[in-house]
């Protein structure tokens, strides 16, 4: 049974900073490029970042990009989200999701969510003013 499992949300302070990660299991972790999305409430889900299996290569939101930072680390299974200079906006639902991609598939093909193969559950984060 494949399990992505969120967590690091929270509350936090505009201008604040949270590592948020995501565990895997169920799945060989290292053949999956995997990313980050969130939902904030009354609005359609946004990609935020990806990265590749090897951790060699990321791509980012315009929106999140200089402020969070994707990395993984494929020996605990875990992906993380460096999310620093938050402000009330990047108030979500966090998720994480894996794309088993081809050979031939840039990180880019994940921002519509399609591609992705498993989702986690998610986890809340509030930015508050």
């Known amino acids: 049974q494949v399990q992505l499992v969120e967590s690091g949300g929270g509350l936090v302070q505009a201008g604040g900073s949270l590592r948020l990660s995501c565990a895997a299991s169920g799945i060989t972790f290292s053949r999956y490029a995997m990313g980050w999305f969130r939902q904030a409430p009354g609005k359609e889900r946004e990609f935020l970042a990806a990265?590749?299996?090897?951790?060699?290569?990321?791509y980012y939101a315009d929106s999140v990009k200089g402020r969070f930072t994707i990395s993984r680390d494929n020996a605990k299974n875990t992906v993380y989200l460096q999310m620093n200079s938050l402000s009330p906006e990047d108030t979500a639902v966090y998720y994480c999701?894996?794309?088993?991609?081809?050979?031939?598939?840039?990180?880019?093909?994940?921002?519509?969510?399609?591609?992705?193969?498993?989702w986690g559950k998610g986890t809340p984060v509030t930015v508050s003013s």
């Open positions: 999701a894996a794309a088993l991609l081809r050979t031939d598939q840039a990180l880019g093909v994940m921002t519509g969510g399609d591609e992705m193969n498993y």
């Open positions: 990265i590749h299996w090897s951790g060699g290569n990321t």
